[in-house]
């Protein structure tokens, strides 16, 4: 209880931050800085984006899953793949790809299609393991009704997907709230773009701090929106009964009609990255790869990546632990306490500790950074380590006990033991996504620490998108065992 609370206080620190400097600048500087026309232009601009992001992006998702999981679409298992490899590319070198080889793609349509095409596997992984999951019964009894294929779809599955829809569009409603990177290069204003360019060109901490207050109501109301789209209803059967897969919708004369969704889908995400940098690659030749720049860098970010998923896994044990073993209303707030931190843009909390920290010793060295990593990737290691941790028998611990063991002892010879392979892949996902971690990483890394999405930040402000051409790739081929796992853990939860 004592550890999980203090790794709790210690994750309240952005939005106390904050809230301190609101209280502390005094009502007439609050409305000065956060009522004026450039706060209600990216207000506009972020509500905007997200009315027409979201819809598209669900719309897009739902519709490659359900042809993927649940029709005779040809080659449904490679597009499956496909659909979730988009996620090994960061955003922000979609949109180097985009910005690269079709410079008048800007602005807000821009700004929405990268948007898509960058994250829409957040949707597409929980719809289609959600389809995977799906009791036929349902739709058995919709057909016998003498619905047609298309109205038992729409009427019988598409409802039962509720949950899966909302738990993704809120990833992918916070992700773009916290992107900086990709709008940058598409030349369209939000919040987070307005805070680091404020941070940047004048240090102005109140400005930048309250601006990043408004972002946080805008996650707040992210957060209660999600929960209004989920209700309360059940999505469970009631009865016992054997488990079976659903069988498949016919496409008929549709068949090749509907690969082109998929098709467009993974030619607009993965074919444009894959031909822009492979141009910039032949076309830098081997001068680009200046291995005294590339690395240190790649070494740089390989060594905070690891230091940071070690120190936030065993940061997530003790709430982990108690959520399982000890549950009650204490321990419900604690565990919000470690979730809320991974809802916030990483810009939030790297404006949190410089403000902070400016004035210690600590200011701009790898303990701020990778304490800035631990607060921003926390809430992934205590969901896998809770899943872990409840595969393990309690009676174990007990049996330890009972031989002589002390508590500690017997908890780390049983249960953590158990729970080693589900920490190893919590922290492989913290890791990898530490190493795509930019705005953070540009707010807070100390002098002379460069990592590769750092220097391919460099490389592409001076518009040398040859030279960012390594880095990007490198960042691809790290982030492509994190597709894998995410692809494989998604098909054995929702086996039968």
């Not at 993927?68 to 679409?73: I, K, P, Q, S, V």
């Not at 800007?106 to 957040?122: D, E, K, M, W």
């Not at 990833?171 to 680091?196: K, N, W």
């Not at 060295?365 to 926390?378: E, G, N, Q, S």
Request: glycine content about 8%.
């Amino acid at each position: 209880m004592v550890a999980a609370s203090v790794v709790a206080a210690l994750s309240l620190i952005p939005i106390g931050f904050i809230a301190y400097v609101a209280v502390s600048s005094g009502w007439d500087t609050v409305w000065s800085l956060v009522v004026r026309p450039k706060v209600g232009e990216l207000l506009v601009n972020t509500i905007v984006l997200q009315v027409i992001a979201v819809p598209v992006a669900i719309v897009t998702s739902v519709g490659a899953a359900i042809l993927t999981e649940r029709t005779d679409l040809p080659g449904a298992r490679m597009w499956s793949w496909l659909m979730v490899a988009p996620l090994a590319v960061p955003a922000f070198v979609h949109s180097y790809a985009w910005n690269s080889l079709f410079p008048h793609v800007h602005g807000l349509f821009g700004a929405v299609l990268i948007s898509v095409l960058a994250y829409f596997p957040f949707i597409y992984l929980p719809v289609a393991a959600q389809l995977r999951r799906l009791d036929p019964a349902l739709e058995d009894t919709a057909a016998s009704l003498g619905l047609s294929p298309a109205a038992v779809l729409w009427r019988a599955v598409v409802p039962q997907l509720r949950l899966a829809v909302c738990g993704g569009a809120l990833l992918f409603s916070l992700h773009i709230l916290a992107e900086y990177g990709l709008f940058v290069l598409m030349r369209y204003d939000t919040f987070a773009t307005a805070i680091v360019d404020q941070f940047q060109s004048s240090y102005n901490g109140p400005a930048a701090n309250l601006l990043g207050g408004v972002l946080v109501l805008l996650c707040l109301l992210m957060l209660s929106l999600e929960s209004l789209g989920r209700g309360h209803a059940r999505y469970a059967r009631v009865g016992s009964g054997a488990a079976r897969r659903a069988g498949v919708f016919t496409l008929g004369r549709l068949r090749f009609a509907a690969l082109l969704l998929p098709a467009a889908l993974a030619v607009l995400a993965l074919g444009v990255p894959a031909i822009t940098l492979g141009r910039w690659l032949v076309g830098g030749g081997g001068a680009i790869w200046r291995l005294e720049f590339i690395g240190p860098a790649l070494t740089q970010t390989v060594l905070l990546a690891l230091a940071g998923a070690a120190l936030t896994t065993l940061a997530a044990i003790p709430m982990a632990w108690l959520s399982v073993r000890s549950p009650g209303r204490l321990q419900r707030f604690l565990e919000s306490c470690h979730y809320y931190a991974g809802a916030l843009p990483g810009v939030i909390i790297a404006l949190a500790l410089v403000t902070l920290t400016v004035r210690l010793p600590i200011y701009q060295t790898a303990a701020t950074l990778i304490f800035a990593y631990v607060l921003m990737f926390l809430p992934r290691a205590v969901v896998g380590l809770r899943a872990s941790i409840a595969q393990a028998p309690v009676e174990l611990e007990r049996a330890a006990v009972s031989l002589g063991r002390r508590p500690l002892k017997a908890i780390a010879a049983t249960t953590l033991r158990l729970a080693a392979p589900g920490a190893a892949a919590s922290a492989a996902l913290v890791a990898l996504g530490i190493a795509n971690e930019l705005t953070g990483t540009l707010m807070l890394s100390p002098n002379g620490t460069r990592t590769l999405a750092t220097r391919f930040w460099a490389y592409t402000a001076e518009l040398d998108f040859a030279s960012a051409a390594p880095y990007a790739v490198l960042m691809i081929v790290l982030s492509a065992p994190l597709v894998i796992l995410l692809r494989l853990r998604a098909e054995r939860i929702s086996a039968p």
